[in-house]
């Protein structure tokens, strides 16, 4: 019976690393790198050019130049970047939260349904019940059943993670083709060995996107759940800026989530290039 990383090797031929991979993942890793700083770039144009194409007033709308003497050219300067790495930190330690519980509900949840699949149709109904009735309508529930700390959090941002997470992943794992399940069948494996052995490696690409998509999306999560159950974070601090017409911290607390949330992404992206191109898959995303 082959097992552990023979199987692997067996069913998933060209698992061990091809040469000049090391080369390939570099000028991989350095294009993701000048795509993150070219998108960071028309956004800022866009930003510009958005508030002179509608004229919006300078006390509401912020210059990415106003926002960069708010942060570093201003005598509060140090006490405002102090303060916004504080709530950062909160925001980020709920956005994990709500990250890990999305990814492995939403991990089990796709093997359940792949390996017993009389259970997709009550599994998959749920889970599009939760994605599509607003977060802002369940909140009040969540909070009146867990209360108003890491449970809630964790819930509200894992809502957000779990459906795309699960229908990317489920795909990734129905992508084992008949011939390489007969083969582990042959060998003497079971139904489970394909799944862990064979599905699992097939759904890397899968898993990783499903990554990609959860890193925004657990922010959000945390965004939301601050603002609405715990009073913490970034996400409270925002609309309470806004509430005291704070228009220069309102905006540069925005651009330190969007800022953290691009660089979380890029991280995922070269997470996913150094372990794909391990398993000799393609290191560039599509």
């Known amino acids: 019976m082959v097992e552990g990383s023979d199987l692997v090797s067996t069913v998933l031929p060209g698992t061990d690393r091809v040469p000049g991979a090391t080369g390939s993942l570099l000028r991989s890793a350095l294009r993701q790198v000048a795509t993150t700083v070219l998108v960071l770039g028309v956004v800022v144009l866009l930003w510009i050019a958005a508030l002179r194409v509608w004229d919006v007033s300078p006390y509401v709308g912020k210059t990415p130049a106003e926002v960069w003497t708010s942060l570093f050219g201003d005598a509060d300067s140090a006490e405002l ?32 349904v792949v390996r017993y699949r009389l259970l997709e149709g009550a599994v998959m109904p749920v889970a ?10 369940l909140a009040p529930i969540l909070i009146l059943l867990v209360g108003r700390g890491y449970a809630v959090v964790a819930l509200m941002s894992a809502i957000v993670v779990l459906f795309p997470a699960l229908v990317n992943i489920v795909a990734g794992l129905r992508s084992v083709t008949p011939q ?18 064979v599905g699992f490696p097939s759904a890397l690409p899968a898993l990783f996107a499903s990554v990609r998509i959860a890193v925004p999306g657990a922010l959000t999560g945390a965004l939301l759940a601050e603002w609405l159950a715990t009073g913490k974070g970034i996400g409270y601090a925002v609309v309470s800026a806004a509430n005291r017409s704070q228009n220069t911290r309102v905006w540069a607390l925005v651009v330190a989530i969007t800022l953290t949330a691009l660089l979380l992404y890029l991280v995922a ?18």
């Open 180 to 197: 390489m399940r007969d083969l582990v069948l042959v060998y003497g494996g079971s139904p489970s060995t394909v799944l862990l052995k």
């Open 128 to 137: 599009v019940v939760l994605q599509t009735v607003p977060l802002i309508a």
């Open 81 to 112: 970047r102090a303060e916004i790495w504080g709530l950062l930190q909160q925001t980020l330690v709920d956005a994990a939260v709500g990250f890990a519980a999305g990814m492995l509900t939403a991990i089990v949840l796709a093997a359940v």
């Open 269 to 286: 992206q070269l997470l996913e290039t150094a372990v794909l191109s391990r398993f000799g898959r393609a290191a560039v995303r599509r």
